[in-house]
Nanobody, 124 residues
């Protein structure tokens, strides 16, 4: 059974940093993407970033470019999202998702497996 477990969310002041982790387990495919998505109350889910098992990285939300960095530790099957210079508009539930591919996508329905999410709240 594929499992994704996010951690690292919390409450932070504007300008602060958080690092989210997504630990993946139970999958056997060699090529995969892990994406980060977020959903704020009353808003649609938004693709934030993605990293593939082949090392490709993409950032989908213009608002996070230059502030967020995605990385992975393949030995631990863990993907990280380092979030710096956080803004109140970054407040959302953050989810990681996995799919057997290597082309990276910011479109949620293309992902097969999802974590339970971790809340990020940025105060002004």
């Amino acid at each position: 059974e594929v499992q994704l477990v996010e951690s690292g969310g919390g409450l932070v002041q504007a300008g602060g940093s958080l690092r989210l982790s997504c630990a993946a387990s139970g999958f056997t495919f060699d090529d995969y993407d892990i994406g980060w998505f977020r959903q704020a109350p009353g808003k649609e889910r938004e693709g934030v970033s993605c990293i593939s098992s082949r090392g490709s990285v993409r950032y989908f939300a213009d608002s996070v470019k230059g502030r967020f960095t995605i990385s992975s530790d393949n030995a631990k099957n863990t993907v990280y999202l380092q979030m710096n210079s956080l803004k109140p508009e970054d407040t959302a539930a953050y989810y990681c998702a996995l799919r057997p591919s290597y082309s990276c996508s910011g479109y949620g329905p293309r992902y097969n497996y999802w974590g339970q999410g971790t809340q990020v709240t940025v105060s002004s």
